[in-house]
């Protein structure tokens, strides 16, 4: 006697990742993509305006006299970079920490202080020097926050 066995349904669930296995992930990375692309639209607005409002932008490294002028798309790749920086030094400790966001606030922190350095040495302008600070706080501000918070997983 021969018997035929109907082949099964493949189902989306047969082939399901990592990720699906744990949805929060997926959750978690979209709300740390946002973090970072705050931070970038954020420092993004505050050049457009500054520069809209006359603030030229432009430094001039003491130990080179050739005067550079920061232009927004800069901003924007400078600002991504150091947020994916962040993103990935929080994604690292969580790996191997239970104590991560704690130790990660306090780098984010010594970060922050340290990136206020650069500003007392180049020669620029009063106003880019305060905006290129306030650029520092933004983004300290929209990564801080939102790459610690972790939302409800279920």
Same mark, same amino acid.
């Given at each position: 006697?021969?018997?035929?066995?109907?082949?099964?349904?493949?189902?989306?669930?047969? %082939?399901?990742? *990592?990720?699906? @296995?744990?949805?929060?992930?997926?959750?978690? +990375?979209?709300?740390?993509?946002?973090? !970072?692309?705050? @931070?970038?639209?954020?420092?993004?607005?505050?050049?457009?305006?500054? +520069?809209? &409002?006359? %603030?030229?932008?432009?430094? %001039?490294?003491?130990?080179?006299?050739?005067?550079?002028?920061?232009? !927004? *798309?800069?901003? @924007?790749?400078?600002?991504? $970079?150091? /947020?994916?920086?962040?993103?990935?030094?929080?994604?690292?400790?969580? +790996?191997? #920490?239970?104590?991560?966001? *704690?130790?990660?606030?306090?780098?984010? #922190?010594?970060?922050? $202080?340290?990136?206020?350095?650069?500003? /007392?040495?180049?020669?620029?302008? #009063?106003?880019?020097?305060? &905006?290129?600070?306030?650029?520092?706080?933004?983004? *300290? @501000?929209?990564?801080?926050?939102?790459?610690?918070?972790?939302?409800?997983?279920?």
């Amino acid at each position: 006697m021969t018997t035929i066995t109907a082949a099964q349904p493949h189902t989306p669930a047969d %082939t399901a990742s *990592a990720t699906d @296995a744990n949805p929060g992930r997926g959750r978690v +990375r979209r709300f740390r993509l946002l973090a !970072v692309g705050a @931070a970038v639209l954020g420092n993004s607005a505050i050049y457009l305006g500054g +520069r809209a &409002l006359g %603030t030229d932008f432009v430094l %001039t490294d003491p130990g080179n006299p050739v005067p550079h002028p920061l232009i !927004v *798309a800069e901003i @924007a790749v400078i600002t991504a $970079v150091f /947020g994916l920086l962040g993103w990935g030094t929080l994604a690292l400790l969580e +790996r191997f #920490t239970r104590h991560a966001r *704690a130790i990660w606030t306090g780098l984010a #922190t010594v970060v922050l $202080v340290l990136s206020f350095v650069p500003l /007392g040495i180049e020669l620029a302008t #009063t106003d880019t020097k305060i &905006l290129l600070g306030v650029m520092h706080v933004v983004v *300290a @501000a929209a990564l801080v926050p939102m790459l610690r918070h972790t939302p409800v997983r279920r």
